[in-house]
Structures are given as C-alpha cells and as structure tokens.
C-alpha cells in the first residue's frame, strides 16, 4: 500500500553503488523513507529489518529484484512492488 500520489520526489529516486546498507555497508537495494529519516538497507538487512519497518515506513522503495533476477536460487523475501 504505498501511495505514490503524495511521495516525495526523492522517493523514486534510482539507488546507485554509491547508495551503502546503514547496517553492513553493503550496495543497498532498499530505501525506508520514516517520517524522522531514512535507511539504505542491502538486500539481507531489509529482508531481516522489514518486520519492523514496513509498518512504520512512509515509502519503501526496493530494488531488489535487480538482485533475484536471473537468480532463481534465491527467493524474493517480502517483495511487493
Ligand atoms: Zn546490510
């Protein structure tokens, strides 16, 4: 339930390999926009932090299918988009 009508600009903003995970440093495939700040998270920490965060997050911007694609080993965890 993400409403794209009333996120910022920044919200669909392209992660890049500058953009790091906040807890390993990692590339980061996911931003959690919160109403006091934001996260970058690697595909292993927003899978383990989304419990928490889905529900608090005012955008969640995931890009981690660019991981899973043409990895079929590998599930997607939680991904809706
Ligand atoms: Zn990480």
């Not at 339930?1 to 992660?15: C, G, Q, V, W």
């Not at 899978?47 to 694609?69: G, M, T």
Request: proline fraction near 5%; charged fraction near 25%; aromatic fraction near 8%.
């Amino acid at each position: 339930m993400i409403d794209t009508t009333t996120a910022p600009a920044s919200a669909s903003t392209p992660l890049t390999a500058f953009d790091r995970c906040d807890a390993c440093g990692a590339q980061a495939y996911v931003r959690v926009e919160l109403a006091l700040g934001e996260f970058l998270f690697c595909g292993h920490h927003a899978a383990k932090h989304a419990e928490k965060l889905r529900p608090e997050a005012v955008h969640w911007h995931d890009e981690r299918s660019k991981l899973y694609a043409g990895d079929a080993r590998t599930a997607p965890v939680g991904a809706d988009s």
